[in-house]
Structures are given as structure tokens and as C-alpha cells.
């Protein structure tokens, strides 16, 4: 048997128990597949344990660079998929998958993700360029050590998976604002360790900026109201970034 060819599917999850079957289930050609929870509160671990291929390891949360690198090193075989629970993978992403490992031309392939945002597909907003690693040689990615919106640093050649990925992140507006809220304090723990300071600039024009480059350039406007209320609730979520690393100083929860 050739174990060359052989695949890891990994995830981290907290609270997706509304995602984790059908996520499960899509990557039923994996050889196997490790799910890092962070003691979920709904029933992502029972889901997942219902499973008798998958493999679930419940550790604290300190940040997203780290539980994906822990996950990483869980990995048996040569080959690493790692997708978030709520990107869909399709049949047709399957079998573009299963040809790049058997015939690899790259130790990394990256894949666009289609954002979906309210039932609505979102073709504009920044997201028309969100290519992300999603498959690559074990030995040969590892995260950047960003506590959010962390990328794969990948020592070798990579290339691009033509298949899109369905991007389904929104199951509800108090959802999607809390995910937002904590990478929030994230971002903010992160300027706090570069001894940032927060300024009125800070607090007044970055969050003008963002939702005004994310509404006119990045051509949100051409979503319609799903794009105005993004640009709306992302430029809160700087805004609260801002807010946190004033806290913080402040020695303020």
C-alpha cells in the first residue's frame, strides 16, 4: 500500500454542532480524522464521538495559531486537510483533492472560499480574493503564531485548487457578531503584546476606514444590504478591537 498517498483530515471547533455532521461526513475519503475541540457547550464532541473513524482531543483554548499546530502534530499520514467546519467540501473539491495527492505537483494547494453571509451569496466585500491553504504536506506547514486570522507558513512550492469552497459562517446575526467580538479581543491581546496604544485616530477613523473601504472599494455596495450590513458590523468589530486594547491598559474585563 502506498502510504505516501494517505490523508489527515483535521479540525478545531468550539460550539459547532450545527456545521460538525455534514462536516464529518464530507470527509469520509480522509484516512483519518482528528477533531481539536475547546470544550464545546453544545453537542459538537458528542456529534463528532457519534462517528467511529473520528478521533476527538478536548484541550484549552489559548489561540488559533496554537490549537492548529497542536492538531498538526496529531496528524498520522503525509497529507493534511484542514478546513473550519463550516466551509463545505464538495464532491467535485473531493476529487480535485484526491488527484493532487496521488499526482502532487505543489507541498501546498490553496483554495478559494465562496463567502455566504445571510442565505446570500456575497461575490464582492474583499471576499472575491480569499484564497486560503487548506491541503498540505505535514511536515511542511505550520501556523504563523497570530492568535487570529492566523496563515500557514509552508516550507516548499505551492499551488491552486480550482474548485470553490462554500464559506457558510453565519447561522444567526448574535452568531456571527460574537465570533466577530472575539477575534476582537484577540486582535486587541495581540497589539497589547506589541505595547500598542490606542489613540482617538484608533477609535474615530480606523473604523470609518474599514467600512468605507470595504463598502465602496472592495465593491460591497454591490451586494446590496448583506453588504452594507457587513461593512457595517466589521467596522464595529475594529472599532471594538480598539476598545479592548483600552481596556486592557486599563486593567478593566
Partial sequence: ???TQKISA?????????HIEGFIRSLDFADEIIIVDSYSQDDTVKIAKGFENVKVIQRPFEDFSDQKNFAIQQASHPWVLFFDPDEEVTPPLREEILNAVANPKADAYLVRRQ??????????SGFQTDWVVRLFRAE???YNGRLVHETLNVRGTTARLRTRVPHHTYTGMDDYTAKLHRYSALQAQMLYERKKRPNLFHFLFRPFYRFWHQYLLRLGILDGKEGFILAYINAFSVFKRYTNLWLLYRKID
Avoid: P, W
Avoid at 10 to 18: R, S
Avoid at 115 to 124: C, L, N, S
Fill in 10 to 18: 483535521l479540525a478545531i471547533t468550539f460550539n459547532e454542532a450545527a
Fill in 140 to 142: 511542511s506547514g505550520r
Fill in 115 to 124: 463567502f455566504y453571509f445571510m442565505g446570500k451569496k456575497i461575490r464582492y
Fill in 1 to 3: 500500500m502506498d502510504t
